[in-house]
């Protein structure tokens, strides 16, 4: 833990912060059908045609169960599209290695991964994925997802703003918007910038190099190209995290510099942090989007400082060899960006639902790993993925409201609506649907031939590759303890399932809650009204997160990284 | 049902739209000036020798030979295959991990003539997480250099300075850490050697 890389994390967030006000600003207009934004010269006529072409009233407003209908059906069929694409790549255009069709389950699999947000990839992009595949199967559902995504948290935030309304805004009216207003000019830039940093951006066939010193029979390097630059700014963007290359954002050509590196992460918690401040600003109430803002931060911070630590100390076995101890935990991890920034990425991927990876979780040391993990099974509301985070930390933000409630022995009250039954039921409803398909499908890999068949590693290990893919595959992450093979029958079934549930099932009793919070009446402030704002919201907040979390992943955890941990320290025992 | 219908078709008419506007327009937007602006950077950093590629600045290629520097282990198929990007993902506790590195340093301290037991840069012997990791540490070099410059017959001090002019520092003087070159380096041995032939 090296002065260089305090100046790095202090810069981090100290940028972060300062973008969050802006990036909120545009939020609140983007989000609002007759809000002005600085791109409206050039973009609004296409705005116009795009409602023309749908059909669609950007005024016509949703109740929350039809709002939830036109998302599932538009991810439906999507899904569809991404599924036919794949099975067809061989006869469709820009496929300049003669790829085959992708055989079913795996399919079946990417597309799911990939309408759901999560970039869970069973397959490596070079040797699979045609740049057509690539560019319209899979790109589309990282613009696509991540619209949904913030539109489901303006959806949230609405019904927390308004009163006595039985609508949350409109569907059509949020995705074409947030796609048109926010992704794309932000994803024009970014992609510039990282083809200035040595990202590739064409769309020629794989290239031949002759090497300067064969090795035996192989005279040459396959080094494959293609439309890069442009997915990897939607993929950060987006939270999506689908590397166009199998070694995703470690391999050279999508992450090439510790500057590309840093723009990257930012990149992943730009959207998140900017809807905290939304948050803040449609409640009236931005001492409450700034107070969930330091939570997440907080959180953050803990995560990077076990990470980071963990990582630097290294892995004892190794330096018993003889490695310099100074050099920390170097397997699986790239010589430019080092122990801090694979440290910091890992942590900041997880916190989110992004998943790219610039090192191989599946190599940390077992505390090192245990961070991602945990992040993930927290419910990745650490600024969390592009509005699944906002609203997943709002469901937390109901149960800490609801907690406080029972222990003064008042009903519960959050920005002025009384927190009842209903809403409870459906936050709690999406921690369980969340706990059941991560520790149920973990159980089940654990003891079924399937399961086993896939793992990479043995011992403890083992059993983290198996809990690792279903939190992340249920959290939307799409991150891997890499180890694992997941492409089988059984993973992809069980996998795209998971996702699935981690997905909808999340959104669909977070609008039920939304729906539920928008119909209220406001309630006057009283003396006894809750502060969401203070420093005492904020330790409840980051209470009941680690709490509920502590409470329900530790068992698991303490079979898998940490049993690992003590006996990495205090045995000689291999697997 | 017919709420149902009407979704579908909004659905349909909505994903054709946003393919042709994010997955053809939006593409081909940052095609163009990439290919106008950072045309050398948008084809894949290539490097050419004689009118020949002979690798990419950003992708590693494996080195055995004495007179060369060699890059860290790969992972990546059978080493730095560039179609098989990926780490060894094999975990700390890992009997093969264990093993490899036991021998990687053994060879390591041999090649270089270290004393047995001295102390080996991590990156040295371990794999990257890309198995394409273009780089090493300027540790790693350091101890390379001494075997380097008796193959080619070079005195220590001009291969150290070779290392120096190529070594990349923090970006920005902030971001990442020192590193040079493996390719880079090893091109400009060979170009001293082919001036001087």
Known sequence: MNIPGWIQLVLFLGVLCLLTKPVGLLLSRVLDPEGRTPFDPVLKPIERLLYRLLGVDPKAEQTWKQYAFSLFAFSLVGLLFTYAVLRLQHILPLNPQKLGPVPPDLAFNTAVSFSTNTNWQ?????????????????????????????????????????????????????????????????????????????????????????????????????????????????KMLGTNGGGFFNANAAHPYENPTPFSNFLQMLAIFLIPAGLTYYLGTSVKNRRHGWAVWTAMAVLFLAGVFVCWRAESVGNPRLTALGL???????????????????????????????????????????????????????????????????YGILVFVVLAVFLTGLMVGRTPEYLGKKIEGYDVKVAVLTLLILIFSILGFAAWGAVSRP????????????????????????????????????????????????????????????????????????????????PVGGTMFIIILIGTIVIVGALTYLPALALGPIVEHFTMSGSALVY | MKSWIREIRTSLRATA????????????????????????????????????????????????????????????????????????NLGPLSKDLIESVRGRAAAYRAENGLEPGAAVPADAVTASGSGLDPH????????????????????????????????????????????????????TLDEKRDGGR
């Open chain 1, 122 to 234: 069973n397959y490596a992009g070079e040797s699979t994925l045609s740049y057509f595949s690539q560019m319209v199967g899979l790109a589309f559902h990282n613009f696509a997802s991540a619209a949904a995504g913030i539109a489901v948290a303006a959806a949230l935030v609405r019904g927390i703003a308004r009163r006595s309304a039985k609508t949350l805004g409109s569907f059509w009216a949020d995705l074409v918007r947030v796609n048109l207003y926010l992704l794309l000019p932000i994803c024009l830039v970014l992609s510039l910038v990282l083809v200035s940093q040595g990202v590739i951006q064409n769309f020629q066939p794989a290239r031949q190099a002759a090497l300067i010193e064969p090795a035996g029979t192989v005279a040459t390097q396959t080094i494959p190209q293609g439309p890069a630059a442009s997915q990897i700014a939607i």
């Open chain 1, 324 to 390: 310099d101890s100074a050099g920390g935990n170097m397997e699986g991890k790239e010589v430019r960006f080092g122990i801090f920034n694979s440290s910091l990425f890992a942590t900041v991927t997880t916190d989110a639902s992004c998943g790219a990876v610039n090192a191989m979780h599946d190599s940390f040391t077992p505390l090192g790993g245990l961070v991602p993990l945990f992040n993930m099974q927290l419910g990745e509301v650490v600024f969390g993925g592009v509005g699944a985070g906002l």
């Open chain 1, 451 to 530: 399961g086993l068949a896939g793992l990479g590693n043995k011992g403890p290990h083992g059993l983290s590759e198996i809990l690792y893919a279903f939190s992340s595959a249920t959290g939307n992450n799409g991150s891997a303890f890499g180890g694992l093979s997941g492409n089988s029958p059984w993973y992809n079934v069980t996998l795209g399932l998971a996702m699935f549930l981690g997905r909808f099932f999340m959104i669909v009793p977070v609008l039920a809650l939304a729906g539920s919070l928008g119909r209220k009446k406001l309630l006057p402030p009283s003396e006894a009204s809750f």
């Open chain 2, 17 to 88: 739209a946003l393919v042709v506007l994010l997955c053809g327009l939006y593409p081909l937007a940052v095609w163009g000036p990439a290919q106008i602006l950072f045309p050398a950077k948008a084809n894949g950093s290539l490097l050419v020798r004689d009118g020949k590629v002979v690798g990419s600045e950003l992708i590693g290629q494996g080195f055995t030979g004495a007179g060369y520097f060699h890059p860290r282990p790969s992972a990546a198929g059978g080493g730095y295959d560039a179609l098989a990007s990926g780490g060894s």
């Open chain 2, 136 to 187: 090493i540490s300027l540790q790693n070099a350091g101890l390379q250099t001494p075997r380097v410059a008796r193959a080619r017959g070079l005195t220590e001090a001009a291969v150290r300075e070779l290392i120096g002019s190529l070594a990349e520092g923090r970006d920005l003087g902030i971001f990442g850490e020192a590193r040079v070159n493996v390719l880079k380096l090893n091109l």
